[in-house]
Each structure stands twice: as C-alpha cells, then as structure tokens.
Nanobody, 126 residues
Framework: QVQLVESGGGLVQAGDSLTLSCAAS????????MAWFRQPPGKEREFVAG????????NYADAVRGRFTISRDHAESMMYLQMNSLTPEDTAVYYC???????????????????WGQGTQVTVSS
C-alpha cells in the first residue's frame, strides 16, 4: 500500500503563486511515474502535470504549461507542484497520484494511475 498526502492548498488571489506538496509513505514510489490531477467544481478530474521516476520526462496540460512546474525529491519521498500566475480557472481540488507500472511514460488518463491522495483545495479569487 501507498499513502499519499497532499498539502499546501488554500485561498489566493489571481496572479499569486502557490506550491503544493505530496508526501508518499508505505511502499517506495521512487521508481514510478507520479502526477497531479485536479477536479474543478462541477467538472471531471483532469490531468495537470506528471513526472517520471528520475525526473527525465515531464508532461503538462496545455492550460498550465509555462505556469506550473512539477518536481520530486526521492530522498524525502515528496512531489511538488509550483503554481505561478494563478487564475480563477485553476480553482479545483488537486490530487497527487502514482502510477504502479514500471514504464517510462507520463499518461494523462486518470485510470492509468493507481494510488491517490485525498486532495487539497486550491481556490483562486479574481
């Protein structure tokens, strides 16, 4: 089992920055792709960003590319999402997830990922 706990969400104003953190515990996740998804109010869960086990490959949704940066720290079993220039359209519950397959890929489909955190709310006011 893997436990994922997100933190760092909150209420910010448009144009602000925020950094989300994901702490992994239980079985090691260092060899697996990890990702961030989000679920805006009344909408389906959507891919935000993902990163391979060694950070060699990242993938971003078009809506966040250039504003968000994903990273991970194996030593601390942590993953981060640096979010800059936030807009009200970024308002959502953000989820951390890990893909339980040993492949070098960063899929954007939620069903490709296995373990999920409980989510952290990000609200951006205009």
């Amino acid at each position: 089992q893997v436990q994922l706990v997100e933190s760092g969400g909150g209420l910010v104003q448009a144009g602000d920055s925020l950094t989300l953190s994901c702490a992994a515990s239980g079985r090691p996740v260092s060899t697996f792709t990890m990702a961030w998804f989000r679920q805006p109010p009344g909408k389906e869960r959507e891919f935000v960003a993902g990163i391979t086990w060694n950070g060699g490959q990242t993938n971003y949704a078009d809506a966040v590319r250039g504003r968000f940066t994903i990273s991970r720290d194996h030593a601390e079993s942590m993953m981060y999402l640096q979010m800059n220039s936030l807009t009200p359209e970024d308002t959502a519950v953000y989820y951390c997830t890990v893909r339980w397959k040993l492949t070098v890929a960063v899929p954007i489909q939620a069903d490709e990922y296995y373990y999920w955190g409980q989510g952290t709310q990000v609200t951006v006011s205009s």
